[in-house]
């Protein structure tokens, strides 16, 4: 099985055991040193997965190098010990690790941050210092440092995060780089900060230190490097003494979706592929691989020697094992929501994962098989049920799952009929194998009655929600579909429609009406074509005029409140919904009042003024309420996922509680 993937690869004196680098992610458990034994479990779960490298999460070289205020840094040999608890854990599994050092330069979310410039960056609310020249000198003498110290921690190597718009990358772009000194101006001044960083670096740590930099290959915002400047830095740094390069797409202040699901898979290995010829170390391409075949096809056509992948590893810490042993059915695949993981970071939560509750929690989540096996029924098989049948079945309990519908996945079903979110249809895919292997018996097709539940030792009601639907006069006219109705393919709308809701439903079903078939998954031209991706990179930071697509429908998007729509959308991703909206020329009203329907259309009023949107069909996104006929109020009836309370399609939510009560059972 994917012979690529599975050879070796000496760097230096070490071989990493297959392609598979598990790229950087901030858990937030780096941050405090009461949380490096949990986060030394996360690592080792993910040697013993058999990563061939792993890099840990950003962490500062010193406090002015802090993402947020307290965030991890490594400065100071009492830091150390702390540290040889991740290492320990990943040698004895047979891996590697290396330490990124990140600088977060004008993106540090606390007023002492410094910069190449000192313009505040789009994105935080700190204006940052602008370095001296003696300042600067400092600041290579901490990355330098923090390398060292990385080294006696017995990591394997560090890798020096330049991309993404991190302090490095502020200094390399002429986008923030705006000094008259030796550090700015021409490409050999703007570049001397990092390559003087990976020569010291180098010097200081010896020839097998593994040294992997992460070069900003394609910056996606106006004003950043073009091609020929990122290949003359790659053979410098080549030059001056890096063991890998790793490719940083995007910096974190672009608006070009680059991680999330409706990136195509393999999105941006083309960039690397860009690169390949001209530099000698390994390459490694990163973004959007999230399965075996991606990654064998990627390495195979020789577009890079290596693939990152990170969030896979939150939702599946045995991935790499598991497709070696070759049932990849077994795959817990991440489906690139954000929505446990990125979200979390963002919001200063720990990280997890929507498809893996246990992710960045390991210690927490434990599955003990069962001494005495129950008889235990759960009715209802979306997320909810679905995770719970699988967690109790596989610690050894006889489990019979309900279902009223032909099919499994609940409102995940119409979730993966979003266009952009195809990638949700591997989850159900997933569960439907677990039911399998674990033996649980599944009932279709069969609503289950009072009479069913009453011989199970134990009975848990994860019947979900029906959409809500709001008293509006003229509410059962034909023009009216309810959201299910339409994302399910059992009703079609007409080319005038109208949504009532702008949360995360309206916003899923205004993309699902804005394209001809929701269906149809979009190729890596048309992604970049969309977003204004220059394929060649000859324009600075790559970025040309996004092409015009408007929607194929005319399509008022509709809110009862006055504040904006979209406001509850995940942090790194609502801003691209809203966008790709836009783009499309949908029509949002705040602070609609709806009077009434009938054949005329939708009747509203808005600021006191009454208008008449003539559309075909009026679609209803008014929220959910619970089905719960079938909860007693007895100790061996319990009630998890949309039927205990009804909200947004919250898929996390009901994953986490379904699994919780598996393993409590
Ligand atoms: Fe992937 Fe979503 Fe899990 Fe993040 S939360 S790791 S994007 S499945």
Same mark, same amino acid.
């Given at each position: ?365 434990? $599955?003990?098989?069962? /001494?005495?096996? @129950?008889?235990? +029924? #759960?009715? =209802? %098989? &979306?997320?909810? !049920?679905?995770?719970? *049948? ?97 994302? $399910?393919?059992?009703? /079609?709308?007409? @080319?005038?429609? +109208? #949504?009532? =809701? %702008? &949360?995360?439903? !309206?916003?899923?079903? *205004? ?155």
């Amino acid at each position: 099985n994917y012979p690529h993937v599975f050879e070796p690869l000496t760097v230096g004196n070490k071989t990493i055991k297959n392609r598979v680098l598990m790229g950087s992610m901030h858990t937030g458990l780096e941050d405090r040193a009461k949380n490096y034994p949990k986060l030394a479990e996360y690592f080792r779960q993910r040697a013993a997965g058999e990563a061939g490298i792993m890099v840990t999460g950003g962490i500062a070289p010193n406090i002015s190098g802090w993402v947020g205020p307290f965030s991890g840094f490594l400065k100071y040999g009492f830091q150390v010990k702390r540290h040889r608890l991740i290492t320990e854990a990943v040698h004895q599994e047979g891996s590697l690790i290396c330490m990124q050092i990140l600088h977060s330069g004008r993106y540090g979310y606390h007023p002492f941050n410094v910069s190449a410039t000192d313009k505040q960056s789009p994105i935080t609310p700190f204006k940052p210092k602008k370095l001296s020249e003696r300042k600067i000198h400092k600041q290579i003498r901490d990355f330098v440092n923090c390398a060292k110290l990385a080294q006696k921690a017995n990591y394997d190597g560090v890798e020096i995060m330049g991309s993404e718009g991190y302090l490095i990358n502020q200094f390399i772009s002429p986008r923030t780089n705006d000094r008259d000194d030796d550090w700015g101006g021409s490409f050999d001044n703007r570049t001397r900060f990092a390559l003087e960083i990976v020569r010291q670096t180098r010097a200081a740590v010896g020839q097998d230190f593994i040294l992997i930099f992460r070069l900003s290959m394609l910056e996606l915002v106006n004003n950043g490097s073009s091609i020929d400047e990122v290949i003359k830095l790659a053979k410098a740094l080549e030059q001056a003494g890096v063991s890998i390069i790793n490719t940083g797409i995007g910096w974190h202040e672009a608006r070009v979706p680059t991680i999330a699901t409706m990136v195509p898979r393999a999105g941006f290995a083309w960039v690397t592929e860009l690169i390949k010829k001209e530099v000698k170390v390994p390459l490694v391409t990163t973004n959007r691989i999230n399965h075996p075949q991606v990654a064998e096809d990627i390495i195979a056509s020789g577009k890079a020697d290596m693939v990152s992948m990170a969030r896979p590893f939150l939702a599946d810490p045995d991935l790499v094992k598991k497709s070696r042993s070759g049932d990849v059915r077994d795959i817990n695949i991440c489906i690139g929501c954000n929505q446990a993981c990125l979200d979390h970071v963002f919001k200063n939560k720990m990280a997890s994962c929507l498809v893996n509750p246990a992710a960045c929690h390991e210690t927490e989540f434990i $599955s003990q098989p069962v /001494k005495t096996s @129950k008889n235990i +029924a #759960v009715v =209802g %098989a &979306g997320m909810a !049920g679905l995770s719970c *049948s699988t967690t109790l079945a596989e610690r050894g309990h006889q489990v019979t799952l309900f279902e009223a519908a032909a099919q499994i996945g609940g409102q995940f079903n119409l979730a993966a009929a979003i266009p952009g979110k195809e990638e949700f249809v591997h989850t159900i895919s997933y569960f439907t194998h677990l039911l399998d292997k674990h033996g649980v018996k599944l009932k279709l097709n069969h609503k289950a009655t009072e009479a069913d539940l009453s011989d199970f030792d134990e009975v848990v009601i994860a019947s979900g929600v029906t959409p809500r639907v709001p008293g509006i006069e003229g509410i059962d006219h034909d023009k009216v579909i309810l959201y299910h109705d339409l994302l $399910s393919g059992r009703k /079609k709308a007409g @080319k005038k429609v +109208a #949504v009532i =809701g %702008a &949360g995360g439903i !309206g916003f899923d079903v *205004s993309e699902y009406l804005s394209v001809d078939d929701p269906s149809k998954a979009q190729t890596i031209d048309e992604f970049c074509a969309e977003w204004g991706i220059d394929q060649s990179i000859e324009s600075p930071g790559g970025l040309i005029k996004a092409h015009d697509d408007p929607a194929a429908r005319d399509i008022y998007m509709l809110q009862r409140k006055t504040s904006k729509p979209g406001k509850g959308l995940g942090k790194t991703t609502g801003w691209i919904h809203r966008l790709s909206l836009k783009k499309k020329g949908v029509k949002t009203l705040t602070g609609v009042q709806y009077d009434k329907i009938d054949d005329r259309g939708l009747h509203i009023t808005v600021k006191e003024k009454p208008q008449i949107l003539d559309v075909d069909h009026v679609i209803i996104c008014a929220g959910q309420v619970s089905n719960k006929a079938l909860y007693q109020d007895r100790d061996n009836y319990h009630i998890i996922g949309g039927a205990d309370l009804a909200a947004e399609l919250d898929a996390k939510r009901a994953i986490k509680q379904g699994t919780l009560l598996g393993q409590k059972l």
